[in-house]
């Protein structure tokens, strides 16, 4: 009998049954805690146990926020405690919860992807799962996975598949996902796409965590895009319609139904982040804060108001400890989250250099970590507290090219902070980055492209 095919009497079969009997709702009596369960559904008494020492999915959290509350990261030189070959470009940082790094690798040359679930101190392989990608527009990216109640969800526009983090067992399929996923309770709800005529309109879908049933969907009509967050297990979304400034808005969703609770309009807009005291959005020209109960207007930071210049492309970094960073593509900007005061400013960006900003700014405890990318020269990892912006120092990203060093590295995805290290691309590696005095010249694990002995076909086409 294959693990497919063994009974999981885990967490996700317990709620199969309780849903079963009508009482789904009771589920707190089943959900496993840690040290950072944290209240993730509209029950007071509802947790999701996210992992320690973790960043379990796209922004650390169901929010986005990229803020990690007890990270830690290195400082000073850095060395690639270990790499795995990624075989391609990968622009999202893995995700990272109980000391194991989750990741998706594989070419399209190859036509085939894996999860790979690999030891976060040595980069070794724990187990491989081949994924259900025949779809070629269904191709699945790292910041597509969550990991939440030692499982591990990874979906993407028309397919979603969940495994057991411990040893990889496959627990359930669905020929339904999206993009941007977050997790509650009880639920796994994604950004898909509903295809009508020759228009791709954003839909919401919410599959029980239980068996991948789906409890309902939201369609954004005539829309062209939407982007999901949540907090306190209220979701917000932001839908916007190409053109159309006033038929673009942030929503507010009852996690029960899907339905709006209410609903403001602000603009075509790039993506939302959510916290318990203030829903922001980024349009192409302004940072706007919203009051997570009603949707009322609280401030707003257009690029004008940040240079003197001509007005900047502005984007939304990061939020943390009350804290917003926000981007004018030279400058690093920090607002207080409740009144949009301008805490401080620093320059990011200068002699020609841009600061690789977007997905790139990560909040670990009290310090910012962002990158630069350099042309013909190794990419830096910057370092800033947090709440006073103060320069702490610079490290150089090493080469991980196969050929050897030479002289020059690239960051390619966003940084995860975690326990010490910080863990990304560079050059087509995964890889974790530490101090290099406490992890000598690093080693090399598993290569990603291929079939492992553990591999599973995940299924059919989706």
């Known amino acids: 009998m294959s693990d497919d095919e063994g009974m999981q009497f885990n967490r996700r079969s317990v709620l199969a049954g309780t849903a079963a009997l009508?009482?789904?709702?009771?589920?707190?009596?089943?959900a496993k805690l840690g040290a950072n369960s944290r209240v993730a559904d509209y029950d007071d008494d509802s947790t999701v146990d996210w992992g320690t020492n973790a960043w379990p999915q796209m922004g650390s959290d169901?929010?986005?926020?990229?803020?990690?509350e007890?990270?830690?990261?290195?400082?000073?030189?850095?060395?690639?405690?270990?790499?795995?070959?990624?075989?391609?470009?990968?622009?999202e940082g893995p995700a990272v919860a109980d000391g194991i790094?989750?990741?998706?690798?594989?070419?399209?040359?190859?036509?085939?992807?894996?999860?790979?679930?690999?030891?976060?101190?040595?980069?070794?392989?724990?187990?491989?799962?081949?994924l259900t990608n025949q779809d070629p527009e269904g191709w699945y990216e790292p910041d597509e996975i969550v990991?939440?109640?030692?499982?591990?969800?990874?979906?993407?526009?028309?397919?979603?598949?969940?495994y057991d983090a411990s040893d990889g067992t496959k627990l359930w399929s669905q020929e339904r996902g999206g993009i941007y996923p977050v997790v509650t309770?009880?639920?796994?709800?994604?950004?898909?796409?509903?295809?009508?005529?020759?228009?791709?309109?954003?839909?919401?879908?919410?599959?029980?965590?239980a068996d991948g049933s789906v409890q309902w969907t939201h369609e954004f009509k005539y829309y062209d895009k939407a982007q999901l967050a949540s907090v306190g297990g209220t979701l917000y979304a932001a839908a916007s319609d190409i053109g159309t400034e006033d038929n673009s808005k942030v929503v507010s969703l009852a996690p029960e139904t899907g339905e709006i609770e209410w609903s403001t309009n602000l603009g075509v807009m790039s993506h939302v982040v959510a916290t318990e005291t203030g829903i922001l959005a980024t349009t192409e020209a302004a940072v706007h804060c919203l009051t997570p109960e009603t949707g009322e207007h609280r401030w707003s930071k257009e690029g004008s108001e940040l240079s003197d210049d001509d007005p900047r492309y502005i984007d939304l970094l990061a939020v943390g400890d009350g804290i917003v960073y926000i981007s004018d593509d030279r400058d690093l900007n920090a607002f207080d989250l409740a009144t949009g005061e301008q805490l401080w400013s620093v320059v990011i960006a200068n002699e020609?250099?841009?600061?690789?900003?977007?997905?790139?700014?990560?909040?670990?405890?009290?310090?910012?970590?962002?990158?630069?990318?350099k042309v013909r020269d190794y990419d830096e990892i910057h370092y800033r507290d947090a709440k006073t912006g103060d320069y702490l120092g610079t490290s150089d990203v090493p080469d991980t090219s196969t050929n050897g060093d030479d002289g020059n590295s690239g960051i390619q995805a966003d940084l995860v902070v975690v326990d010490g290290t910080i863990y990304t691309t560079v050059d087509e590696k995964v890889v974790a980055l530490r101090e290099a005095s406490n992890d000598g010249d690093g080693e090399s694990g598993d290569d990603g492209g291929g079939d492992s002995d553990g591999d599973e076909d995940s299924g059919s086409d989706c």
């Open 22 to 30: 009508g009482l789904a709702g009771t589920s707190t009596a089943v």
């Open 62 to 68: 169901n929010g986005r926020t990229y803020y990690n």
């Open 70 to 91: 007890d990270g830690s990261g290195p400082r000073g030189t850095l060395t690639d405690a270990w790499t795995v070959d990624a075989s391609r470009n990968l622009n």
């Open 101 to 130: 790094v989750y990741t998706i690798l594989g070419s399209e040359s190859t036509g085939e992807q894996h999860l790979k679930a690999l030891d976060a101190e040595d980069g070794s392989e724990q187990w491989s799962r081949k």
């Open 147 to 162: 990991v939440a109640d030692g499982d591990v969800y990874v979906t993407r526009r028309c397919y979603t598949e969940v």
């Open 185 to 209: 309770d009880e639920l796994l709800v994604a950004v898909g796409e509903e295809t009508g005529g020759a228009d791709e309109e954003p839909i919401l879908v919410a599959l029980s965590r």
């Open 352 to 373: 020609g250099n841009l600061a690789w900003t977007p997905g790139s700014l990560a909040v670990a405890g009290d310090t910012l970590y962002y990158g630069e990318m």
